[in-house]
């Protein structure tokens, strides 16, 4: 059974950072994408990061370019995400996803073409 931790989530003053880590049991992703949502209360789920196995490309989502890294280490089949400069409007569950491999006409912003999901971790970020 495939599953996705999430942890690192908590509450941090804006400005501050935080790092989420997402650790996978079950099988390897290491040929696999990697990516972060999140969704606030009353919204709609937002794509946040995603990697890529080939090359470890990542791309970002508008809101958090510049602020946010997504890393992994295959190794440890785990997937980072490196949150800086945190603002309130940061505040959500985050949600870490695995796709089990990488196709290059995929948008893997959508989050309907990932195959698994984490449960979730918050984080809180006070002005």
């Known amino acids: 059974q495939v599953q996705l931790v999430e942890s690192g989530g908590g509450l941090v003053q804006a400005g501050g950072s935080l790092r989420l880590s997402c650790t996978a049991s079950?099988?390897?992703?290491?040929?696999?994408?990697m990516g972060w949502f999140r969704q606030a209360p009353g919204k709609e789920r937002e794509f946040v990061a995603v990697i890529k196995p080939i090359g470890t490309m990542t791309y970002y989502g508008p809101s958090v370019k510049g602020r946010f890294t997504i890393s992994r280490d295959n190794a440890k089949n785990t997937v980072y995400l490196q949150m800086n400069i945190l603002k309130p409007e940061d505040t959500a569950v985050y949600y870490c996803?695995?796709?089990?491999?990488?196709?290059?006409?995929?948008?893997?912003?959508?989050?309907?073409?990932?195959?698994?999901w984490g449960q979730g971790t918050q984080v809180t970020v006070s002005s």
């Open positions: 996803a695995a796709a089990s491999a990488a196709s290059l006409s995929t948008d893997y912003k959508r989050g309907g073409n990932y195959d698994y």
């Open positions: 079950g099988r390897t992703f290491s040929s696999g994408v």
